[in-house]
C-alpha cells in the first residue's frame, strides 16, 4: 500500500511538472487559457449564475488546484509516430487554446442574462492579461442600475378568467417596487396557467399569458400589463371564451390492451364499483377498490390537473403497478365536458432472486448464500410480500479450546407490505398526500459459534409516508419486539470471559444473556435531492437531515410496578423468567454539500447520537451501543477501534463489546474533485469519538465530561477515490491518524507530527458516499 501511496504521489508530481512546459503545445500567435473569472461591479449582482454562460473553460484541476489532468498530454512528444506519445495525449488532456468567438459568444449569453434581471443597460467587458503564452481573462459586469416595476395592471378580456386571476393574486410574485426580472415573469405565467389548470381550464397553458411593458417612462421605471387574451381553437378561427371544463365520467382499465384508439368498450368484460365501471380483457389483476382507491379525479367537479397528476402519483406508488396512463376526453355528446381513461399496466407479480457472497471476518473465509422470493400483488391489493433465506458458513482459526471451530448460521426473514395505513383510516384525498405504507416483519435467526449458540426472534410493526415530492419522509415503529436466546455457551468462553474473577466483564457478560427488548420509534428524513445517486447529484448544494428516537421498556416497567412484579438477582423486572431492556435512544444527523463547479465541490456533515439507560437497565444492549471509526465515521480507524474517550482497549479478545458508548460525536469535511472517466476523488477530514455516560470498570477514561471531552476527540485525514456508475458508488478510502486521544505523550498523541504508516494507516472499502 504505501508503494501505491508513492507511485500515485509521484505521478502526480511528474504530472506537475510537465504542466509547466504545456506552453510547448502552443502554436505561435495564441495563447493557452489558464482561468477565466467573473466580476461585477456592483456587489449586489451574484455572478454566480453567470458561469454557466461560459462557453470555453480552461483546462480541469483536481481539487481545484492541480492540472493534473493535462500532465500526460505535455509530458509527450511532438512526434506523433512514436506510440508513448500517441498513449499520453490520448489519456491526458489536451491545453485548452485561447478562442476569441467562444469568449465573445460567452460575453454576449452573459449580456442577455443580465438584462433579463432587469438591468436593461448593462455592459460586458472582457479584461484579458497576457503573460508568455498564457491569457487570463476575466468578464467584468458593469450592470448599471437596475429597472422596476412602477405599475400592474390586468388586461383580461374573459371576466371569469379575470375573477380567478384576481382572487389568487395575494399569490403573485408580481409587485409594484420588484425587479423587473424575465425570470420572475416566466415563473408568474406558470402559476396562472397552473391556477387556471386547476379550475376547469383544460385546455389553458402558459402561452395565453403574455407581458407587455413600458420602459420609456423614466427613472428606470417600468409599467407592466398582463395581458390574457379569448381563446381561439385555430388561427382562422373567431375568439371566444376560454372553455370551462367539468368530468363527465372517469373509466379504468386493468389490462393494457383493454382500451383501443375507439375507446371501443363491447368486446370487454367489466365490473362497476362504485359508480366506476372497470374494463378488462382477461383476468382483472387487482381489486376493484385499487382502481378507486387510488383515483383523485371526480365526476361532476372541475377538471384539475392536479388531480390527475395525483391519480399518475398516487399508482406510481403501487410495486404491483409498472405505469399507468390517463387520458382526458371531451364528450362528444356534451360540451365542456370530459371524459377521463385510466389505464393500469400490471407489474411482473412475482420473483425469484439468489446471491452468493464470500465473507472474510477478521482473516476467516466463508460463504452465504441468500435465497429471496417476491409477491407484488399478494392479495390483489399490491400488498408486497417477501421471504428470505440466508445460510452462511464460516471457519475460524486461531481458537484453542474449542470442538467445534466452524460458524454456522440460517435466518428467515418474512415481510409483508401494504400500500396504504392499516388501522388507521383516512380519506382518499389525505391518503394520496402521504404516500403512506404498512409493514409487518418477522425474523429468525440462528448463530452456532464454537464459544456459544444464539437464537434471534423479531417482529415488527411499521408506518412509513412522505410528502408528495419525497423529500420529507417518516417512520414510526408502532411496535417492535426482539427476543435474544442463548441456549448455550461453552464452558471454555463462559469461564474465560463471562466469569472473570477482576469483574471487570459486567458489559461482556449481560450481552450474552437473554435479553428481551420492546421498543417503539420515530423517524425523520429531508433530503433536498431525493433522487441523487450519483456524486454530482450530491454535490448541488443539496441538504440532509435525519433525525431518530425511540424507547424501550417503559410500557413493561410501568406495568411490572402497577403489579408488584418480582426482580431477578440483578434487581430487573423479567417477562417470562427474561430481563427487558429500558432506555431512550436519540440520534440527529445533518449534511450540507456546496456545489462550486462541475467538477469540484464541498460535503459537511454533523453528527450526534445519545442513548440513555436507565430503569430496568443499567447498560445498553450492544446492538443500540454506538461505536467509531469505519468508513462513514472517523476513518483513521477501522470500526470499533476507537473510544470511548480516553479508553485504549488492549484486550482483544473483548475489545468488539468494550469500544462502544452511549454517546457519539461525528465531525467530517469532504472536498470531493472529479478526476476521469468515472473515477473521482476526495481529500477528507474527520473528527469525533463516543463516550459512556456512567463511568465502567470496563472502560476507564471512556467516560463524558462536559469539561474535558474537547480534548477526547479524535482526528484524522486521508485521501479517497469512487467509481461512480450512476446506480450506485464503490469507494476506497484511506485515512491517516492526527490526533489520539488515548495517548499523553506527544509522539503518540499527535500522529500528524510524527506520523507512522504501518501504525496510523486504515483503508476502508465501502459502497456509497459517507455522508
Known amino acids: 500500500m504505501r508503494k501505491l501511496l508513492y507511485s500515485i504521489v509521484g505521478g502526480i508530481i511528474m504530472a506537475l511538472l510537465g504542466a509547466c512546459s504545456a506552453t510547448k503545445f502552443i502554436p505561435e500567435g495564441e495563447y493557452m487559457l489558464e482561468s477565466v473569472s467573473v466580476k461585477s461591479t456592483d456587489k449586489s449582482l451574484d455572478v454566480t449564475s453567470l458561469k454557466g454562460y461560459i462557453r470555453q473553460h480552461p483546462n480541469s484541476k483536481w481539487f481545484s488546484l492541480l492540472k493534473v489532468p493535462m500532465g500526460p498530454y505535455v509530458l509527450s512528444g511532438r512526434d506523433r509516430t512514436k506510440r508513448i506519445n500517441r498513449f499520453l495525449q490520448r489519456v491526458g488532456e489536451a491545453p485548452v487554446i485561447f478562442d476569441t468567438v467562444q469568449a465573445n459568444r460567452s460575453g454576449e449569453n452573459m449580456l442577455v442574462a443580465v438584462n433579463n434581471l432587469g438591468y436593461l443597460h448593462a455592459r460586458v467587458n472582457q ?8 491569457v487570463r481573462l476575466t468578464y467584468e459586469i458593469v450592470p448599471g442600475e437596475r429597472y422596476r416595476v412602477r405599475n400592474i395592471r390586468y388586461l383580461i378580456e374573459d371576466s371569469v378568467v379575470e375573477r380567478i386571476v384576481r382572487e389568487h393574486a395575494a399569490l403573485s410574485s408580481l409587485q409594484p417596487g420588484m425587479p423587473f426580472d424575465l425570470n420572475v415573469l416566466d415563473g408568474e405565467r406558470s402559476r396562472i396557467s397552473s391556477r387556471l389548470q386547476n379550475s376547469g381550464y383544460y385546455k389553458f397553458n402558459k402561452e395565453y399569458v403574455r ?6 417612462v423614466g427613472n428606470q421605471k417600468v409599467d407592466l400589463d398582463v395581458v390574457i387574451p379569448l381563446y381561439r381553437a385555430s388561427a382562422e378561427s373567431e375568439p371566444e371564451l376560454h372553455r370551462r371544463y367539468k368530468i363527465h365520467s372517469v373509466s379504468f382499465s386493468g389490462d393494457a390492451m383493454a382500451f383501443d384508439t375507439s375507446r371501443d368498450t363491447s368486446r370487454l368484460d367489466s365490473v362497476v364499483y362504485r359508480g366506476f365501471p372497470i374494463y378488462y380483457k382477461h383476468k382483472l389483476a387487482f381489486r376493484p377498490s385499487v382502481f378507486t382507491n387510488n383515483n383523485a379525479i371526480e365526476p361532476g367537479h372541475l377538471y384539475r390537473e392536479r388531480d390527475v397528476q395525483r391519480t399518475y402519483s398516487n399508482f406510481g406508488q403501487l410495486g404491483a403497478v409498472m405505469f399507468s396512463n390517463i387520458k382526458m376526453v371531451e364528450n362528444d355528446s356534451l360540451p365542456n365536458m370530459l371524459d377521463g381513461f385510466v ?14 457472497e464470500g465473507t472474510n471476518s477478521a482473516g476467516d473465509l466463508g460463504a452465504a448464500l441468500l435465497l ?11 400488498e408486497l410480500f417477501s421471504l428470505k433465506l440466508r445460510g452462511a458458513f464460516e471457519a475460524i482459526t486461531g481458537l484453542e479450546g474449542y470442538s467445534d471451530q466452524n460458524y454456522m448460521e440460517i435466518s428467515v426473514e418474512a415481510g409483508l407490505t401494504f400500500p396504504n395505513f392499516k388501522l388507521f383510516r383516512f380519506n382518499g384525498r389525505d391518503r394520496g398526500l402521504m404516500r403512506a405504507t404498512s409493514e409487518v416483519s418477522l425474523l429468525y435467526d440462528s448463530q452456532n459459534r464454537p464459544e456459544f449458540h444464539r437464537r434471534v426472534l423479531t417482529s415488527a410493526l411499521r408506518y412509513r409516508w412522505q410528502s408528495p415530492n419525497g ?6 415503529d408502532l411496535i417492535d419486539l426482539n427476543y435474544v436466546f442463548m441456549p448455550w455457551i461453552s464452558e471454555t468462553f463462559r469461564k474465560d470471559y463471562l466469569e472473570d474473577e477482576t469483574d471487570r466483564n459486567a458489559i461482556l457478560r449481560y450481552n450474552y444473556e437473554n435479553l428481551f427488548i420492546m421498543r417503539l420509534g420515530y423517524s425523520f428524513t429531508y433530503n433536498s435531492q431525493r433522487n441523487a445517486t450519483s ?9 440532509g437531515i435525519r433525525f431518530n428516537v425511540e424507547s424501550a421498556g417503559n410500557v413493561l416497567y410501568g406495568f411490572s410496578n402497577l403489579f408488584g412484579a418480582s426482580r431477578n438477582d440483578q434487581g430487573q423486572y423479567t417477562l417470562f423468567n427474561i430481563a427487558y431492556a429500558q432506555y431512550l435512544k436519540g440520534d440527529f444527523d445533518i449534511s450540507k454539500s456546496f456545489r462550486f463547479d462541475d467538477r469540484n465541490s464541498l460535503a459537511l456533515h454533523f453528527g450526534i ?29 477501522s470500526v470499533r477501534e476507537l473510544g470511548p474517550g480516553r479508553f485504549t482497549g488492549g484486550d482483544g479478545r473483548i475489545d468488539f463489546i468494550n469500544q462502544t458508548g452511549d454517546i457519539k460525536l461525528d465531525l467530517n469535511a469532504e472536498y470531493r474533485t472529479y478526476l476521469f472517466w468515472k473515477l473521482h476523488g476526495a481529500f477528507f477530514v474527520d473528527a469525533g469519538n463516543i463516550w459512556t455516560i456512567r463511568d465502567y470498570a470496563e472502560q476507564p477514561g471512556g467516560q463524558f465530561r462536559m469539561r474535558s471531552f474537547w480534548r477526547e476527540i479524535a482526528v484524522s485525514y486521508g485521501l479517497g477515490f469512487r467509481l461512480n456508475f450512476d446506480y450506485f458508488i ?42
Not at 407581458?211 to 420609456?216: I, L, N
Not at 389505464?343 to 452468493?356: C, D, F, I, M, Q
Open 372 to 382: 429471496t422470493y417476491q409477491n407484488r400483488n399478494l392479495f390483489r391489493g399490491s
Open 730 to 771: 464503490l469507494r476506497l478510502d484511506g485515512g491517516m491518524k492526527a490526533i489520539h486521544p488515548a495517548y499523553d505523550d506527544v509522539r503518540h498523541h499527535y500522529p500528524i507530527i510524527h506520523p507512522d504508516f504501518k501504525r496510523d494507516f486504515t483503508l476502508h472499502f465501502a459502497v456509497g458516499l459517507p455522508f
Open 127 to 134: 479584461k484579458r492579461v497576457v503573460k508568455g503564452k498564457k
Open 609 to 637: 447520537g445519545v442513548a440513555y439507560p436507565y430503569g430496568n437497565s443499567t447498560i445498553l444492549p450492544y446492538e443500540k451501543r454506538y461505536f467509531s471509526g469505519g468508513a462513514n465515521s472517523v476513518r483513521g480507524w
Open 535 to 543: 456524486i454530482a447529484d450530491y454535490g448541488s448544494n443539496a441538504l
Open 343 to 356: 389505464t393500469v399496466h400490471e407489474n411482473k407479480p412475482r420473483s425469484l432472486g439468489a446471491e452468493l
Open 211 to 216: 407581458f407587455e411593458a413600458d420602459t420609456c
Open 471 to 476: 423529500l420529507l419522509r417518516h417512520r414510526i
